[in-house]
């Protein structure tokens, strides 16, 4: 069972992370110049929101199969800020450039403000697809003790007196 | 023929053995390997939904393909140096994994096919090439990229 699930986490990322690379970069003007900004979003914007629910799912059943291993690793906690991270991304790009997407919608290079949001969702997914791979290493899990009294303290451990 | 001496080479190599002994190396790889296949993902999508007709419908295949292409080839060549590098850490398990084995056929088969059918079909005229036609590349392509996906995630389950 949980290797089904991890592989429909993974293999579904190529679905919802694929596009929204793909739509990033047409953020930052680097593909599909010549489609407007609003095409893209119409278009693929159902099968973002698809396979982001699938990968919320499943991310949410590989969480309950191991949930105080995951709530204790320092890579879930991140992975989680992360997420937080690039949900407020969205939103500012939405209710402030997006707002005025129909003044910069066919420009082959999208005005800074969006570039931006595009550049910085790049490197919180970036950041998110790394970290939530390394859930899986266990160098930095709190019953490998010792560890860094930094490490214990992102990851929440409880150290015993030692 | 057996092709385990080649295997063995590749245990033996001095690159295999640096990445096999190393804590961090083969997490690093995989790293990498991971966030190449989130852009082949979208670049490998992008153009065969709108060869089935969805997504990107308003524009030209040619054009799509046209600009998925850099994104392609970039991160296809990224998949392979890092594949090659977690091949390398631990060839002996790949010789007797039947998921790799899988893998490998259909990522053989998906190279030939995208570079050769796939690309002939997104660059001709649209009106001369049936839509059943498109469907059916875009069908294939997704149905061996699946198998190159699923068959790595499965070389990690299994023994």
Redesign the interface.
């Known amino acids: 069972m949980y ?1 089904l699930v ?2 429909a986490h ?2 579904t ?3 919802f ?6 739509l990033d ?1 047409r953020l930052l003007g680097l ?5 407007p900004m609003s ?2 979003k119409r ?2 914007g159902p ?1 973002m929101v698809g396979g982001f629910a699938v990968m919320v799912i499943t991310g949410a059943m590989l969480f309950y199969a191991i949930p105080v291993r995951s709530y204790q690793s320092i890579w879930f906690r991140i992975k989680v800020v992360t997420l937080v991270l690039a949900g407020l991304n969205a939103l500012v790009f939405h209710t402030t450039i997006d707002r005025r997407i129909a003044e910069w919608d066919r420009d082959p290079v999208p005005p800074r403000a969006a570039r931006r949001a595009g550049a910085t969702s790049l490197v919180l ?2 950041i998110i ?2 970290a939530g ?2 859930i899986a ?1 266990n ?1 930095f899990d709190c019953d490998k003790q010792p560890q860094r009294a930094i490490v214990n303290a992102i990851a929440g451990c409880v150290v015993g007196p030692r | 023929m057996s092709l385990l001496p080649f295997f063995q080479w590749a245990e033996a190599t001095s690159l295999g053995t640096a990445i096999r002994t190393s804590p961090w190396a083969f997490a690093m790889i995989e790293s990498f390997h991971l966030l190449a296949l989130s852009v082949i993902g979208g670049a490998v999508l992008i153009v065969d939904l709108r060869l089935l007709g969805f997504g990107l419908r308003k524009q030209p295949i040619a054009e799509v393909a046209q600009n998925a292409r850099p994104w392609l080839i970039g991160s296809l060549t990224v998949m392979l140096v890092t594949g090659v590098g977690l091949f390398l850490s631990e060839p002996t398990k790949c010789y007797y994994s039947t998921p790799f084995a899988v893998k490998m056929t259909c990522l053989a088969l998906v190279i030939v096919f995208t570079f050769t059918v796939r690309r002939r079909v997104t660059m001709a005229d649209e009106g001369r090439v049936q839509p059943m036609w498109l469907k059916l590349v875009a069908f294939v392509s997704l149905a061996l990229w699946f198998g190159v996906g699923a068959g790595g995630r499965w070389i990690g389950f299994s023994g």
């Open positions: 290797p991890e592989s993974v293999l990322l190529c679905l992370l694929g596009l929204a690379v793909m970069l593909t599909l110049v010549r489609v095409e893209i278009r693929l099968w997914w970036a697809v790394v791979r390394m290493y160098w």
